[in-house]
């Protein structure tokens, strides 16, 4: 396919070449034939081997484990192509790194968020498509188009084809997410329910209550991130003592680090399904109770749509 003032591009990174290869397919061309690897002392050498002069280039990296490693591999990628002549440069990062600080958590701390923006901005990128970031108002720190695109219809899609959504109740597994929480309730006409949570540290989080009737539900946990998984273990402890029948996550982002691919496996979660927005560790693939959402057709729709000059946002109407 062709952009509307132009050729399409599709150059990947190496965060996962498996979702920019399913993207490829999606979009029935080829990844753009490109080196990015590594020198001896570990610095990234990049090297496109097509003509881009006037294309319109998608480079497909996320910027997770190891983010700074993956972040530089994006930035030095965005650099190739603006020296070769691209015509516009859109960076697809699935899971956007860093979106967790996105404010000041305490004095003489740094709002990271931002300072990743200003990076890919400035790196010469000109448009920016993610997935559902960890607070919306981090598109207001790129001082360039950007599109927040959402899971949520895929994720909906399975739940219709998996479960009887007569007994079925959304969860929150904090008070920052019900917004998220609510809006899957609604598209699947469910009632809704809330964790209330004390956080005593990072990376720890302690239940402290559960806010609304889950006894005899399916209940369904829904958040952007799961990184130690401590917090769906424990909001899973609590729904099943408050009497809810079981309990299943549908989490856009799986970062799942250190043990976190034991601790789902061993706790009273049923299942845990997260796209693969990040590629997943050989821990998660061989972990019986977590399963993977493809999401490649939904980018490529998304690349599609942009290269041509149509709307993004009606992919989600």
Same mark, same amino acid.
């Given at each position: 396919m062709s952009a509307k003032n132009g050729s399409i591009k599709l150059v990947a990174g190496n965060s996962n070449p498996a979702l920019a290869q399913a993207i490829a397919q999606g979009l029935d061309m080829p990844l753009t034939k490109a080196v990015v690897r590594r020198f001896a002392d570990m610095e990234i050498f990049v090297e496109v081997q097509e003509n881009i002069r006037?294309?319109?280039?998608?480079?497909?990296?996320?910027?997770?484990?190891?983010?700074?490693?993956? @972040?530089?591999?994006? @930035?030095?990628?965005? #650099?190739?192509?603006?020296?070769?002549?691209?015509?516009?440069?859109?960076? *697809?990062? +699935?899971?956007? !790194?860093?979106?967790?600080?996105?404010?000041?958590?305490?004095?003489?701390?740094?709002?990271?968020?931002? @300072?990743?923006?200003?990076?890919?901005? %400035?790196? !010469? *990128?000109?448009?920016?498509?993610?997935?559902?970031? %960890? &607070?919306?108002?981090?598109?207001?720190?790129?001082?360039?188009?950007?599109?927040?695109?959402?899971?949520?219809?895929?994720?909906?899609?399975?739940? /219709?084809?998996?479960?009887?959504? !007569?007994?079925?109740?959304?969860?929150? +597994? #904090?008070?920052?997410?019900? &917004?998220?929480? /609510? =809006? @899957? &309730?609604?598209?699947?006409?469910? +009632?809704? &329910?809330?964790? #209330?949570?004390?956080?005593? /540290? +990072? !990376?720890?989080?302690?239940?402290?209550?559960?806010? =609304?009737?889950?006894?005899?539900y399916s209940c369904i946990l829904v958040d952007d991130i799961v990184d130690s998984g401590g917090t769906l273990v424990n909001a899973a402890d609590a729904l099943i003592a408050k009497g809810a029948k079981d309990v299943y996550a549908y989490i856009t982002h799986g970062v799942l680090s250190g043990g976190a691919a034991a601790r789902i496996s061993g706790s009273k979660l049923k299942e845990l399904v997260i796209t693969d927005s990040i590629l997943p560790t050989e821990a998660v693939t061989k972990a019986p109770n977590i399963r993977t959402l493809p999401i490649a057709s939904l980018i490529s729709d998304a690349i599609a749509r942009t290269a041509a000059e149509e709307s993004v946002s009606s992919l989600f109407d």
């Open positions: 006037g294309s319109d280039a998608f480079i497909i990296q996320s910027t997770s484990f190891p983010a700074n490693d993956n @972040l530089m591999e994006l @930035l030095i990628i965005t #650099d190739a192509l603006r020296r070769s002549s691209a015509r516009r440069i859109t960076a *697809v990062i +699935p899971y956007f !790194g860093y979106a967790r600080q996105d404010r000041r958590s305490g004095s003489r701390t740094p709002i990271s968020a931002k @300072l990743v923006a200003n990076l890919i901005t %400035h790196a !010469g *990128v000109d448009r920016v498509m993610t997935l559902d970031l %960890h &607070a919306g108002q981090i598109q207001g720190f790129f001082d360039i188009p950007t599109d927040n695109l959402f899971a949520a219809p895929l994720m909906v899609r399975d739940i /219709r084809e998996r479960f009887d959504l !007569g007994k079925v109740m959304v969860v929150s +597994p #904090d008070v920052g997410g019900v &917004a998220r929480a /609510r =809006g @899957l &309730a609604k598209r699947i006409n469910t +009632p809704l &329910a809330i964790v #209330d949570k004390r956080r005593e /540290r +990072p !990376g720890e989080s302690e239940v402290m209550n559960v806010i =609304g009737d889950v006894s005899g």
